[in-house]
């Protein structure tokens, strides 16, 4: 059987009564959403890259870094996500995907958020780089140190 998209089950979703949500799940809710951690992993192997090289390109403290790639690091802060994902030279879908399972994403209209899709769309993935863009506007650098969580 195939599974269905996200809009079909939206769709089967309107229809669904409380007494019902145990019926659905079991048969329409049938993947489970991968971890940040195996979510980075699948695409640090797909794109060929090494993981020690993407800390280093990320500005995270290593330990940080891989206890978040280890799965070691359940809730990692949004920003060293965002870090993590110019280090690994994610698209903007790429990266909203991997902020979308720590259960946030960039907003286009928060000032902050637009400035780094705007990063993502130019292909700027120095996390240097990318915190001078924001200090020009005014708004909060990506936190990347281990001394804020």
Same mark, same amino acid.
């Given at each position: 059987?195939?599974?269905?998209?996200?809009?079909? *089950?939206?769709?089967? !979703?309107?229809?669904?009564?409380?007494?019902?949500? $145990?019926? #659905? @799940?079991?048969?329409? !809710?049938?993947?489970?959403?991968?971890? *940040? $951690?195996?979510? #980075? $992993?699948?695409? *640090?192997?797909?794109?060929?890259?090494?993981? +020690?090289?993407? !800390?280093?390109?990320?500005?995270? $403290?290593?330990?940080? +870094?891989?206890?978040?790639?280890?799965?070691?690091?359940?809730?990692?802060?949004?920003?060293?996500?965002?870090?993590?994902? @110019?280090?690994?030279?994610?698209?903007?879908?790429?990266?909203?995907?991997?902020?979308?399972?720590?259960?946030? #994403?960039?907003?286009?209209?928060?000032?902050?958020?637009?400035?780094?899709?705007?990063c993502f769309n130019q292909r700027i993935f120095d996390v240097n780089e990318v915190n001078l863009i924001l200090s020009d506007f005014g708004l909060k650098e990506l936190e990347v140190s281990k001394l804020q969580n």
């Amino acid at each position: 059987m195939d599974s269905k998209n996200t809009e079909e *089950i939206n769709e089967i !979703i309107k229809t669904v009564r409380t007494k019902e949500i $145990s019926d #659905f @799940l079991q048969k329409e !809710i049938t993947e489970r959403l991968p971890s *940040i $951690s195996e979510f #980075f $992993s699948d695409y *640090i192997q797909k794109h060929n890259l090494v993981a +020690a090289q993407v !800390i280093k390109v990320s500005g995270l $403290s290593p330990d940080y +870094a891989y206890a978040i790639l280890n799965g070691n690091r359940k809730n990692p802060a949004r920003d060293r996500i965002i870090a993590l994902c @110019l280090a690994m030279r994610m698209n903007l879908d790429e990266a909203q995907q991997a902020l979308k399972l720590c259960k946030t #994403f960039l907003y286009a209209k928060d000032k902050r958020d637009a400035v780094i899709i705007v990063c993502f769309n130019q292909r700027i993935f120095d996390v240097n780089e990318v915190n001078l863009i924001l200090s020009d506007f005014g708004l909060k650098e990506l936190e990347v140190s281990k001394l804020q969580n």
